[in-house]
């Protein structure tokens, strides 16, 4: 929660495990998003690498990307749920809480609401990162009203259509007619439409998206959790699809996420003008503070 | 004195020393296998424990690993000073508490959620616990005590577990060097003959230069790797 708690104390690093010694020296703590971010991930220590997730997971790529993505994952805290993308999720070298049965949105306010009291004067940025279960079913009531208190927190959901890690229920998010291991005859009922929800409650800035370009998806993250940091409540619904339970061949995953970007992953984009003039200022600075890098360099 | 908490393996989930009537040890006292004794009677058996079980091995956790607070270099060097008195002693260190799947590095590290595996592996007969959070150090102390029949030392900063085979509470870096000073005894009335030597680095550690890293060093996972714009890679391994 601070740079201080990866900063090995000095007699003890040559007894750390080379892992952690390379999170140090080579990972993307205090570094800018130029120097380790996702424009080279794989050409410095990532802060999540092994997890036990599916060959073809897409949803394991989106969250190595989430990772990758943060604007400082010194001070950051990740949230999650029962599901899939928790197993992968608190393997990162980033400190993550479990929520219960969906209440990730509940545990957030609180933790949120927490720092600001103990660190008015730092930034701390609070993500919950759950999949469709947890965020639009089991934990809708706490999903949908930490956002009508306007709990300042970025909510990521991983949308993968279906329960993947209890063998393929069908969820509210799941299209309806989808055929599943567990619902043979299809699924009853729409798809819920969760970003018109987050409109309603009272998000300030969402996305709906599947995340098969890597620098829209990063700038995506990065301005839902910009946006938290001063505004109000943001969500990501990404398309991370479940090659298990949807029968996706793992070559064809890619292929299928880019399908569904014309389907029910269209690219929409909203925000108030608040979180818009938050956007346009940090991404201004973020120009400036290159450009100075550049003609100090040169 | 009758051992309430000793060496296991006291098999799958176990009796929690509290259910066995264990409570912390006061102010000024410590716990030796669930009696309250005198510190110094506590850190006695612990050192002779230590100097003549097989595989010594001292856990340093987060608190101490991390420079996050100004009484850390003191302490961590006191535990430097303690293992270099134990012969053969190692450090695993336990440096946070994520899960690790889908396997640990059982030589490099030790895990809370499955400590055994580590102490198993490396045929630890006596280890010492530092400077790991309270909540982490008693599931991992009474995971010991179930799975494996290693002494377990907790030198805890605040009340004490009563998990341990010995425990001393309200811990300083005085009281670290106060133990060592105590192995030291403990080791000459042996008779064991021993150099002060600091433990051997982190086995995990391979002397490599990774800042000369090159795509092709990536072999057959270099499609894994995202090029830069503008980027050709021809090199390859």
Same mark, same amino acid.
């Given at each position: 929660?601070?740079?201080?708690?990866?900063?090995?104390?000095?007699?003890f690093?040559?007894?750390l495990?080379?892992?952690?010694?390379?999170?140090?020296?080579?990972?993307?703590?205090?570094?800018?998003?130029?120097?380790?971010?996702?424009?080279?991930?794989?050409?410095?220590?990532?802060?999540?690498?092994?997890h036990p997730?599916?060959?073809?997971?897409w949803?394991?790529?989106?969250?190595?990307?989430?990772?990758?993505?943060?604007?400082?994952?010194?001070?950051?805290?990740?949230?999650?749920?029962?599901?899939?993308?928790?197993?992968?999720?608190?393997?990162?070298?980033?400190?993550?809480?479990?929520?219960?049965?969906?209440?990730?949105?509940?545990?957030?306010?609180?933790?949120?609401r927490?720092?600001?009291?103990?660190?008015p004067?730092?930034?701390?940025?609070?993500?919950?990162?759950?999949?469709?279960?947890?965020?639009?079913?089991i934990?809708?009531?706490?999903?949908?009203?930490s956002?009508?208190?306007?709990?300042?927190?970025?909510?990521?959901?991983l949308?993968?259509e279906?329960?993947?890690?209890?063998?393929?229920?069908?969820s509210?998010?799941?299209?309806?007619?989808?055929?599943?291991?567990?619902?043979?005859?299809?699924?009853?009922?729409?798809?819920?439409?969760?970003?018109?929800?987050?409109?309603?409650?009272?998000?300030?800035?969402?996305?709906?998206?599947?995340?098969?370009?890597?620098?829209k998806a990063?700038k995506v993250?990065?301005?839902?959790?910009?946006?938290?940091?001063?505004?109000?409540?943001?969500?990501?619904?990404?398309?991370t699809?479940?090659?298990?339970?949807?029968?996706?061949?793992?070559?064809?995953?890619?292929?299928?996420?880019?399908?569904?970007?014309?389907?029910?992953?269209?690219?929409?984009?909203?925000?108030?003008?608040?979180?818009?003039?938050v956007?346009e200022?940090?991404?201004?600075?973020?120009?400036?503070?290159?450009?100075?890098?550049k003609?100090?360099?040169? | 004195?009758?051992?309430?908490?000793?060496?296991?393996?006291?098999?799958?989930?176990?009796?929690?020393?509290?259910?066995?009537?264990?409570?912390?040890?006061?102010?000024?006292?410590?716990?030796?296998?669930?009696?309250?004794?005198?510190?110094?009677?506590?850190? $006695?058996?612990?050192?002779?424990?230590?100097?003549?079980?097989?595989?010594?091995?001292?856990?340093?956790?987060?608190?101490?690993?991390?420079?996050?607070?100004?009484?850390?270099?003191?302490?961590?060097?006191?535990i430097?000073?303690?293992?270099?008195?134990?012969?053969?002693? $190692?450090?695993?260190?336990?440096?946070?508490?994520?899960p690790?799947?889908?396997?640990?590095?059982?030589?490099?590290?030790?895990?809370?959620?499955?400590?055994?595996l580590t102490?198993?592996?490396?045929?630890?007969?006596?280890?010492?616990?530092?400077?790991?959070?309270?909540?982490y150090?008693?599931?991992?102390?009474?995971?010991?005590?179930?799975?494996?029949?290693?002494?377990?030392?907790?030198?805890?900063?605040?009340m004490?577990?009563?998990?341990?085979?010995?425990?001393?509470?309200?811990?300083?870096?005085?009281d670290?060097? $106060?133990?060592?000073?105590?192995?030291?005894?403990? $080791?000459?009335?042996?008779?064991?003959k021993?150099?002060t030597?600091?433990?051997p680095?982190?086995?995990?550690?391979?002397?490599?230069?990774?800042?000369?890293?090159?795509?092709?060093?990536?072999?057959?996972?270099?499609?894994?790797?995202?090029?830069?714009k503008g980027?050709?890679?021809?090199?390859?391994?």
């Amino acid at each position: 929660m601070s740079l201080k708690y990866i900063t090995p104390s000095e007699r003890f690093k040559r007894y750390l495990p080379k892992d952690y010694v390379e999170l140090i020296d080579y990972g993307p703590f205090g570094k800018t998003q130029d120097e380790a971010g996702p424009g080279n991930m794989g050409q410095f220590k990532e802060l999540v690498e092994e997890h036990p997730m599916c060959s073809g997971c897409w949803m394991a790529y989106y969250i190595r990307l989430i990772f990758a993505s943060l604007p400082k994952p010194e001070e950051t805290v990740t949230i999650g749920t029962a599901g899939c993308g928790r197993l992968a999720i608190s393997q990162a070298a980033v400190p993550f809480i479990y929520g219960n049965y969906g209440d990730q949105n509940a545990m957030a306010s609180g933790l949120t609401r927490a720092f600001r009291l103990r660190f008015p004067d730092k930034t701390k940025d609070v993500i919950t990162i759950a999949g469709d279960g947890g965020t639009m079913d089991i934990g809708f009531s706490m999903t949908m009203h930490s956002w009508i208190r306007g709990e300042k927190f970025t909510t990521i959901m991983l949308d993968n259509e279906v329960y993947g890690n209890t063998g393929g229920q069908s969820s509210g998010m799941s299209p309806k007619g989808a055929v599943l291991k567990m619902a043979p005859l299809g699924k009853d009922f729409e798809k819920m439409p969760a970003t018109d929800l987050a409109k309603a409650a009272g998000c300030v800035y969402i996305v709906r998206m599947s995340p098969t370009n890597i620098k829209k998806a990063a700038k995506v993250i990065r301005r839902a959790i910009f946006v938290a940091r001063e505004v109000g409540p943001t969500f990501i619904q990404a398309y991370t699809s479940c090659n298990i339970e949807y029968s996706i061949p793992t070559e064809d995953v890619f292929a299928d996420a880019k399908a569904q970007e014309k389907d029910r992953f269209t690219f929409d984009e909203y925000m108030t003008d608040a979180a818009k003039e938050v956007i346009e200022r940090v991404e201004a600075e973020e120009k400036a503070a290159k450009k100075a890098k550049k003609a100090m360099e040169a | 004195m009758t051992k309430i908490v000793t060496e296991g393996p006291a098999g799958y989930m176990p009796d929690s020393a509290p259910m066995m009537g264990v409570e912390l040890a006061p102010e000024g006292q410590a716990l030796l296998y669930g009696n309250v004794v005198t510190p110094e009677e506590a850190m $006695r058996d612990a050192a002779i424990a230590l100097l003549t079980k097989d595989n010594p091995t001292i856990f340093p956790g987060p608190q101490v690993l991390w420079d996050w607070k100004e009484d850390v270099a003191e302490k961590s060097a006191a535990i430097l000073d303690l293992a270099s008195e134990i012969p053969n002693c $190692r450090i695993i260190p336990m440096p946070d508490y994520r899960p690790k799947y889908p396997k640990i590095d059982v030589k490099a590290e030790i895990n809370p959620n499955h400590p055994n595996l580590t102490i198993l592996d490396n045929k630890i007969k006596a280890c010492v616990f530092v400077g790991v959070h309270c909540h982490y150090a008693n599931l991992t102390l009474r995971m010991i005590r179930a799975g494996t029949d290693c002494y377990t030392v907790a030198l805890c900063a605040y009340m004490g577990h009563e998990e341990a085979m010995a425990s001393i509470r309200d811990l300083h870096a005085s009281d670290i060097l $106060r133990f060592k000073e105590i192995v030291i005894e403990e $080791r000459d009335k042996l008779g064991i003959k021993w150099e002060t030597t600091l433990p051997p680095e982190n086995p995990s550690l391979p002397k490599e230069d990774n800042s000369t890293l090159s795509p092709a060093d990536y072999g057959e996972y270099r499609s894994l790797i995202i090029s830069r714009k503008g980027e050709h890679v021809a090199e390859v391994e």
